[in-house]
């Protein structure tokens, strides 16, 4: 009896750590990760096209969310919206449920923000003034963010991984 409630009390704490895990992550893990452009290009072919995003435009977005951004690219216009589908920036484009939105984590796109402004203020050609750009590019059948010489990907595609 006194080892099936030590038993049961072990088993009661590793399900409230492994929760808190899980929870501090969001849903669904992380999600992304980084590369060197090189990498990218390797790995996921060359971009087919591009849309520019300031990073001050991303980082507003981005207060706005709590764990992930589902980003798109539709007709020219980059949309961030939120694990709700619910729109994070200023654009006013119109999506149906069949519109694919690429899942990222927020800490994953805060990781590529951090390398970029660590480039920006660390090269001396680039005044203070000048804003630091994201690089929104599709591939054949992936999204990536880009900026410098740094690609975050390994997004999850909304449909079919939706929340």
Known sequence: M????????????????GSSVVSAQGKLGVVGKLFTKQEANVLFGKVIGSMNLS?????????NTKDYVLISVKNNTVILRDERRRSISEENE????????YIFSKSQI??????????????LSVSASTDPIVTVEIRASVL????????LEYALPCPPTCF
């Not at 990073?55 to 207060?63: F, R």
């Not at 119109?94 to 939105?101: F, G």
Request: charged share 20%.
């Open 144 to 151: 990536t963010l880009t900026t410098g010489e740094t690609t």
């Open 94 to 101: 119109y999506l149906d449920d069949k519109d694919v939105l």
């Open 55 to 63: 990073v001050t435009q991303l980082k507003n977005a981005l207060s």
């Open 110 to 123: 805060e990781n590529l923000l951090g390398s970029a402004l660590l480039k920006t203020t660390s090269s």
């Open 2 to 17: 006194k080892k099936l409630k030590v038993l049961a009390v072990f088993f009661a704490l590793i399900l409230m750590i």
